[in-house]
């Protein structure tokens, strides 16, 4: 059984940081893509930051120079660095990953749980 479990969430002011941790746990061949998303009131989930298989980044343009992805591939864990945190950035933010699970020919998509990060002086 392949897990998404996220960490790092939390109350933050404008202008501060926050690091999100999603670890990939369970029987895994290989992981294509490893990324975060993320859902505020009332709106559409949108991406935030991909890494796409071979290191390829893929950024929203509202985070682009804030943001930084990155993947430590012994640990199955990928990293969201949250710099310049604005207001706009509260949201619950959720890990997706697309996995080929151990004795499946195939690859999934899977969602972490989701973690609240709030912006708020």
């Known amino acids: 059984q392949v897990q998404l479990v996220e960490s790092g969430g939390g109350l933050v002011q404008p202008g501060g940081s926050l690091r999100l941790s999603c670890a990939a746990s369970g029987s895994i061949i290989s992981i294509n893509t490893m990324g975060w998303y993320r859902q505020a009131p009332g709106k559409e989930r949108e991406l935030v930051a991909r890494i796409i298989g071979g290191g390829r980044l893929n950024y929203a343009d509202s985070v682009q120079g804030r943001f930084s992805i990155s993947i430590n591939n012994a640990k199955n864990t990928v990293y969201l660095q949250m710099n310049s945190l604005k207001p706009e950035d509260t949201a619950v933010y959720y890990c997706?990953?697309?996995?080929?699970?151990?004795?499946?020919?195939?690859?999934?998509?899977?969602w972490g749980q989701g973690t609240q990060v709030t912006v708020s002086s």
């Open positions: 997706n990953a697309n996995i080929r699970p151990a004795r499946s020919a195939y690859e999934y998509d899977y």
